[in-house]
């Protein structure tokens, strides 16, 4: 998994991308070996183990968030790596203050094109868009 000429934290976000994918099946913290195998990544070492711990930290409200933004879809029959690229993008907008949230989504919508389907990047923008304009409205009140 060498990471070449990529932006060092959309490398980074693939890494934790492929941690939790991981993570859905051993359960293992396997973020460690992947910062250990690629040392281009470790410049961005707070940023991926945060991005990680939030994602986990926070599985259950990101569900529910993606369960809202659904019409006539059931949770089960998103692609594994849509809704972990989900969760990414919502823990994003909703926990990492400096980076701005069309940032986060367009990164999310970059790496749907690497790893899931070709209808996968306008599911992920249209589900975090409105994530996003939720979370606006929210804040504003």
């Known amino acids: 998994m ?3 000429n990529l932006h060092p934290r959309r490398a980074a976000r693939q890494c934790v991308l492929k941690a939790l994918f991981a993570y859905q099946f051993s359960k293992n913290n396997t973020i460690k070996q992947l910062v250990s195998k690629n040392p281009e990544l470790k410049g961005n070492n707070d ?3 945060s991005l990680f ?3 986990l930290e926070n599985m259950k409200l990101t569900e529910n968030i993606i369960k809202s933004h659904l019409e006539n879809w ?3 029959r998103v692609a594994l790596i849509d809704k972990i690229l989900l969760k990414m ?3 994003e907008i909703y926990f990492i203050d400096d980076i701005p949230p069309k940032v986060s989504i367009s990164e999310m919508v970059e790496i749907a094109k690497i790893y899931s389907t070709d209808e996968s990047p306008v599911f992920i923008n249209g589900i975090l868009d409105a994530v996003f304009k939720n979370y606006i409205k929210e804040n504003k009140e």
């Open 74 to 76: 059931e949770i089960d």
């Open 89 to 91: 993008g919502i823990c």
């Open 2 to 4: 060498t990471i070449i």
């Open 53 to 55: 711990d939030i994602v």
């Open 47 to 49: 940023f991926i183990h």
